[in-house]
């Protein structure tokens, strides 16, 4: 990974760590299961391996046993979810999903 790419994308391994992204504000966090290659690819429990916007109120619901990132673009999540995870296997949290939705409905 590129000096570049770190500065975008940062694994949240401590509940300090989450709780200043979230402070910040800034960027979004992904949480969810993530699986260890070369094994078979578990069920994806409800839930779980969701995109949020960094202030989600969601957040808040995160289990310890879940993986963490921080992405500063939704280019970088995408691609990083995509290659890590599976196309198919994340999604965006309804709520911040409405959210993007609404955002584009009122630009118009």
């Known amino acids: 990974m590129s000096t570049q ?6 694994p949240l391994e401590a509940a300090d760590d989450l709780e200043e992204a979230r ?3 800034v960027g979004f966090i992904f949480h969810g299961i993530i699986p260890v290659s070369e094994t ?4 994806i429990k409800a839930g779980t391996n969701l995109l949020h916007f ?3 109120a969601k957040l808040d619901k995160i289990s310890d046993a ?4 921080w992405f500063r673009t939704i280019r ?3 691609t990083h979810l995509d290659e890590l995870i ?4 994340w999604k965006w949290c309804k709520v911040c999903e409405r959210e993007i ?6 630009e118009r």
């Open 86 to 89: 599976g196309e198919s296997r």
């Open 23 to 25: 402070l910040e504000a």
């Open 101 to 106: 939705t609404q955002k584009i409905l009122n």
């Open 40 to 43: 078979k690819k578990k069920a």
């Open 5 to 10: 790419e770190q500065a975008a994308i940062r």
């Open 76 to 78: 970088h999540a995408k």
């Open 66 to 69: 879940e993986s963490a990132f």
């Open 54 to 56: 960094a202030r989600c």
